[in-house]
């Protein structure tokens, strides 16, 4: 008979505590801190449900995200703010910027778009690229907080790309924006659904787009989010870390069936992963046209 005992490798942390008694000390943190984390995430869903119905942002919001002046996306600001695109890396990179202009690039050679507003631009690092690329189109950058031109202080800026600080849905309703092109990425998100629905009616552009992030949706668990099964009157929930719990929350919309309802031809809706980036979601890709 093998008398060799067999060693039985515990999961990393239950190492810690030695014994029977150690292990179900483990077992009991491991499914409290699964427990916070599960009733966590309902008190984050209840905050979301209740302003789903937001038709816009009021002045507490407004400052609320304001107060947010330096946004850490996937690693420090810095890192974004000098991440000026070039042709070889929109060509060779799939990101989230350059998934964006690759499918910008045939529309505004097309000649039609005049003047491009970007939404919720930030560190415009799109806007700076496309304003080298097409100097006879205006472009602008549109964004709640007031210190754009410290976020854009190292892209290059070119004499038909400019910068504007404000509440977007104001700024269209009070037409002191307007543009026949108005791109939206990682912002759209932000906004309830019947605030969408006042933007598309406020912007009245020929063309849309939108790029946002496409995890699961947290109320209705599937494997696989599809934007055309989201109930288009009532939007659904994301997080945007895909494999672990504890992301920021957002909004999830129909947009074909959004942009449908006032008027638009959806020419273009994906979900495209980002493959240097496994742990976010894949992103939906949206270009509608007025028909
Ligand atoms: C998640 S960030 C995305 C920034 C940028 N588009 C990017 O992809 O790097 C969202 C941005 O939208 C801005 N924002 C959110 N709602 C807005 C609104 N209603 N009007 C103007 N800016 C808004 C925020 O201040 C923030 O800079």
Redesign the pocket.
């Known amino acids: 008979m093998n008398s060799r005992k067999t060693r039985v490798k515990l999961p990393f942390g239950a190492r810690w505590f030695h014994g029977r008694r150690g292990l179900a000390i483990w077992l009991r943190l491991r499914i409290g801190a699964f427990c916070l984390n599960a009733i966590e995430r309902y008190k984050d869903l209840e905050a979301y449900r209740r302003t789903a119905e937001r038709p816009r942002?009021d002045e507490k919001a407004i400052e609320a995200?304001?107060s947010?002046q330096v946004?850490e996306?996937d690693g420090t600001w810095e890192r974004?703010s000098s991440a000026q695109l070039t042709d070889e890396i929109v060509r060779s990179n799939p990101d989230?910027?350059t998934q964006s202009v690759q499918r910008l690039i045939p529309l505004l050679e097309e000649g039609r778009v005049k003047c491009t507003i970007?939404?919720?631009?930030?560190?415009?690092?799109i806007l700076s690229f496309l304003a080298k690329k097409f100097p006879h189109v205006a472009f602008v950058s549109?964004?709640?907080?007031d210190n754009l031109d410290w976020h854009n202080q190292n892209l290059e800026r070119s004499a038909n790309w400019r910068l504007v600080s404000?509440?977007?849905?104001d700024l269209f309703e009070r037409k002191e924006i307007a543009g026949d092109l108005v791109i939206?990425?990682?912002?759209a998100n932000?906004?309830t659904n019947t605030e969408l629905h006042s933007y598309v009616e406020a912007m009245n552009a020929q063309y849309l787009f939108f790029n946002e992030p496409l995890p699961p949706p947290l109320t209705r668990p599937s494997l696989l989010a599809n934007p055309d099964t989201i109930d288009p009157r009532h939007s659904d929930v994301g997080s945007d870390e895909a494999t672990r719990p504890g992301g920021k929350l957002f909004y999830l919309h129909n947009y074909r069936s959004i942009l449908e309802d006032h008027g638009y031809k959806v020419h273009i809706s994906e979900v495209v992963p980002l493959p240097q980036r496994p742990k976010k979601p894949p992103r939906h890709i949206v270009l509608a046209e007025k028909a």
């Not at 939404?119 to 690092?125: C, L, N, Y």
């Not at 549109?142 to 907080?145: A, G, L, R, S």
């Not at 939206?184 to 912002?187: A, D, H, L, N, V």
């Open positions: 942002l995200l304001k947010d946004l996306v974004r989230i910027y970007n939404v919720g631009a930030r560190v415009d690092v549109v964004d709640i907080q404000g509440y977007a849905l939206f990425t990682s912002t932000l906004m």
